[in-house]
Every structure is written in C-alpha cells, then in structure tokens.
C-alpha cells in the first residue's frame, strides 16, 4: 500500500509544485523544508474504519481545520477548497457533498 500510495501522491506533488513555482506563489515560502519544499504532510497516512456518524463528523471537522493549523486559512470556511463552505451553505463552495448530510 506504501508504495501505491507514494505512486499516486508523488505526481500530484511534483504538478503542484511546478506551476506554484512558475507563478512565484506565496504558498510556496509556508511549505519550505530543507533546500526544497514539502507538499505534503510527514507520515505515510494510514486506513481507518470509521464506526458511526458522530466519528465521521468527528473526521470531516478534522480535516476542515487543516489548512487553519497550516496558517492557510483564519478558519475552515474562510479555505477556498475547503468542503467546510459547502456544510456550512455559504453559497460559494467550491467542492459540494452529495452523498453526506451535515
């Protein structure tokens, strides 16, 4: 799983980081490491059974205050990307759920 998960995260990175450096994107000079940049997180991730809906929510709100522990954002919603917009129906959200209601 391992190196299936690295084949599919290493290309998204490498694409990202290319056209953030062609712009000369502000983002870039947040994610620095070493005498490169680090797109993602550290640590492989790993799979989880979520058992029951408070956990799920538990995982969404989880995910919703990354970018604000990453200083991306103020708060989840003011993250364009961020599903946090589409919960909360400010009528800007750039990703929509369909198949979970908040």
């Known amino acids: 799983m391992r190196r299936f998960v690295h084949t599919l ?3 998204v990175a490498e694409g990202v980081l290319r ?3 062609k712009l000369q994107a502000p983002i870039l000079l947040q994610i620095e490491h070493g005498k490169g940049h680090r797109f993602w997180q550290t640590g492989g991730g790993y799979a989880r059974k979520v058992s029951g809906r408070d956990e799920l929510h538990q995982k969404i709100q ?3 205050n990354n970018p604000v522990k ?3 954002a103020a708060t989840a919603i003011d993250y364009p990307w961020s599903s946090a917009r589409w919960y909360e129906k400010t009528g800007d959200a750039k990703l929509e759920c369909h198949s979970l209601s908040p």
């Open 19 to 21: 056209r953030w450096k």
């Open 62 to 64: 989880y995910i919703h």
């Open 70 to 72: 990453r200083g991306l």
């Open 9 to 11: 995260k290493r290309p």
